[in-house]
């Protein structure tokens, strides 16, 4: 499977991920998302935005994403744009 590189920019994935940290992903063609995992996709609201977030819920296809950081307003996650569609992720972090 195809790996990406992703730099983290923000905090809102600290303290698992901090700004400027380099994680390496598996392009998602499919694969069965799990709770626990961390992902990358593309911002529903935005899609020039390449988010990086926790899958707390899986429902249906659905997706419920949030950040690491204890700080509620540090994290742009699915208590602001919803549940997440699985055609946005673009990969899976290793």
Do not use: C
Not at 22 to 51: R, S, W
């Amino acid at each position: 499977m195809e790996k990406i590189h992703v730099t983290i920019r923000g905090n809102s994935m600290w303290p698992t991920l901090t700004e400027g940290q380099e994680i390496l992903a598996t392009k998602y063609y499919g694969q069965k998302i799990k709770v626990g995992q961390i992902i990358v996709f593309k911002h529903p609201f935005d899609n020039t935005l390449i988010a990086v977030k926790r899958v707390k819920a899986v429902d249906d296809g659905l997706l419920f994403v949030e950040g690491d950081n204890p700080d509620p307003t540090a994290s742009n996650d699915s208590h602001n744009f919803g549940l997440l569609k699985q055609e946005f992720v673009i990969a899976i972090a290793v």
